[in-house]
């Protein structure tokens, strides 16, 4: 796990944000952590490698759209009950995925504050082992500022 934290931070230095005509593209690892109250606990955590396209209509005040494509892609360490109870096991589970969002800003004038309204489908495939799988389609919704 040191080595893989090593390679994340090298890799998240590295990676890149390109903005031209309001288009970009960054490419890093992001950290995972999931814990379900059961007992024995389920945990998994780890990096996941992640490639993040976005667009935007325009920077000026007022009335704007984008759009959010990413995809990411590991393995998360695995430590959890087995299907019959009893003896927690360890391992690693595989997550496959894509975040597409759609979104509509507003944007101040005078002011550096913008209202987001967006959309998404978040589609992810977690394999836990050969004969276990789970497949995800999560619809939402969310309103901020930032």
């Known amino acids: 796990m040191k080595r893989v934290l090593a390679v994340a931070v090298a890799a998240i230095s590295m990676s890149a944000t390109v903005a031209s005509a309001e288009w970009g593209v960054g490419a890093g690892f992001e950290s995972f952590r999931w814990k379900e109250s059961t007992a024995p606990t389920v945990k998994e955590s ?7 396209l976005t667009w935007t209509q325009s920077r000026e005040p007022g009335l704007s759209a984008g759009y959010n494509l990413k995809f ?10 087995t299907l019959f109870g009893g003896v927690p096991i360890s391992g690693e589970t595989h997550y496959r995925g894509l975040i597409n969002e ?16 967006a959309a998404g489908w978040d589609r992810w495939e977690r394999r836990l082992s050969a004969v276990q799988d789970e497949d995800w389609n999560v619809l939402y919704v969310k309103l901020g500022a930032g």
């Open 72 to 81: 990411y892609n590991g393995n998360v360490d695995y430590t959890g009950a």
């Open 102 to 117: 759609i979104r509509a800003f507003y944007r101040m004038p005078q002011n550096k504050v913008d209202i987001l309204l």
């Open 46 to 52: 780890g990096l996941r490698w992640a490639l993040d």
